[in-house]
């Protein structure tokens, strides 16, 4: 109105019936960008904590804010438990927390795909794929697979290309196993473990799979485990040095991994 009619704002606001001492009022409430960061800081450190232990450590802090604005924070800040967790010990991750990957080696992540040889027998086969850079670090078959072998195969591979700081996976047993948690402890990895029913919480292994099948398992019969390694690591090697990737530009992933051209360790 003021621009379109060039009048007055006490004008503007006699014709609007609105007060003039309202249009002109600043809020003098002080930012929460300090409290926000105190509530994450208490959360990263104290997985366990809901909003109301949380308040009671602010407020031994000096923090002069009620529980009502704490609440209300710590649900903006998408900082509530999982009312059913996984039943890990310490390398589980508890919150929804998720950012994406912006580098290599930040997040993995893992899964299984079942297949058969041409005579029947049942194989499972663990998938690995780096979430930044869609470089896949391992596609290991075996008619049986437990914890331990899932920490088998990933000290393998993290010999060669580095640690990643995080892992998601779902809540299968070799996976929920203390072996895999004793691991994970020890060379300081997040197990990031899936909501019960959440397959879209670990989509990019579920895509990473779908390509797997479509264009090996499916086109492939395999007469032996031997026969199965050797045609999974063939197409491994061609996913990621020969395979251009939509999602990263048509590019082939071990360029944005391991820059300069380098080819894929081997299995």
Aim: charged share 30%; net charge positive.
């Amino acid at each position: 109105m003021l621009v379109d009619w060039g009048v007055s704002i006490r004008r503007a606001c006699q014709a609007l019936r609105f007060d003039t001492s309202s249009y002109h009022y600043r809020s003098r409430r002080p930012g929460q960008a300090g409290l926000e960061l105190r509530i994450r800081e208490i959360c990263a450190t104290r997985v366990r904590y809901g909003y109301r232990r949380i308040h009671v450590l602010l407020r031994r802090e000096g923090w002069q804010v009620n529980i009502k604005k704490t609440r209300r924070i710590y649900n903006e800040l998408g900082l509530q438990l999982r009312n059913k967790h996984p039943k890990r010990r310490v390398k589980a991750k508890l919150r929804e927390d998720r950012q994406e990957a912006s580098g290599p080696n930040e997040v993995w992540a893992m899964d299984f795909v079942h297949d058969q040889l041409a005579l029947g027998k049942k194989l499972r086969i663990l998938t690995i794929v780096d979430i930044h850079s869609r470089y896949c670090p391992a596609t290991d078959p075996r008619f049986t697979y437990r914890g331990e072998d899932v920490v088998q195969t990933l000290e393998r591979v993290c010999r060669q290309i580095g640690y990643p700081q995080t892992i998601r996976v779902d809540n299968g047993g070799e996976f929920i196993s203390r072996d895999l948690d004793l691991w994970a402890y020890a060379n300081g990895v997040t197990l990031d473990f899936s909501r019960p029913g959440k397959p879209t919480d670990n989509g990019f292994i579920e895509a990473f799979n779908s390509k797997l099948r479509a264009e090996c398992l499916n086109a492939h019969w395999f007469m032996d485990l031997a026969d199965a390694r050797e045609k999974l690591e063939a197409w491994r090697r061609d996913y990621n040095e020969v395979r251009p990737h939509s999602a990263i530009g048509y590019n082939v992933p071990i360029d944005l991994h391991i820059p300069g051209g380098a080819t894929s360790p081997p299995p």
